[in-house]
Nanobody, 125 residues
Framework: QRQLVESGGGLVQPGGSLRLSCAAP????????IAWFRQAPGKEREGISC???????YFADSVKGRFTIDKDNAKNTVYLQMNSLKSEDTAVYYC???????????????????WGQGTQVTVSS
């Protein structure tokens, strides 16, 4: 069984919003950091955000001010709220988890042991 399951992707117009979900049916968010990555066609995978065990969030410059992370420990789910979407945000989005980070820290684009299958986000008019 997959440790992480993403959902919420789709087609949205430029300037629009989407909320991605990352469910962790076999992990406990009290003990893992969660990160979001994306990979556009022909490009390398890019780390865009992470939230630490304690709930501190970090963002890449490319999404700072537009994306936010919310963590619902009761539902064992992390949400990536994406606003003011641009065509360059088009990519497959992945969530990832790792037990190795400290309570207050996680690394955007760092090493993560558990991965989801990805969800496609397309920003186009």
């Amino acid at each position: 069984q997959r440790q992480l399951v993403e959902s919420g992707g789709g087609l949205v117009q430029p300037g629009g919003s989407l909320r991605l979900s990352c469910a962790a049916p076999e992990l406990t968010l009290d003990y893992v950091a969660i990160a979001w990555f994306r990979q556009a066609p022909g490009k390398e995978r890019e780390g865009i955000s992470c939230t630490s065990i304690g709930g501190n969030s970090y963002f890449a410059d490319s999404v700072k001010g537009r994306f936010t992370i919310d963590k619902d420990n009761a539902k064992n789910t992390v949400y990536l709220q994406m606003n003011s979407l641009k065509s360059e945000d088009t990519a497959v989005y992945y969530c990832a988890a790792d037990r190795g980070y400290s309570y207050s820290y996680c690394a955007v684009g760092g090493e993560y042991d558990y991965w989801g299958q990805g969800t496609q986000v397309t920003v186009s008019s």
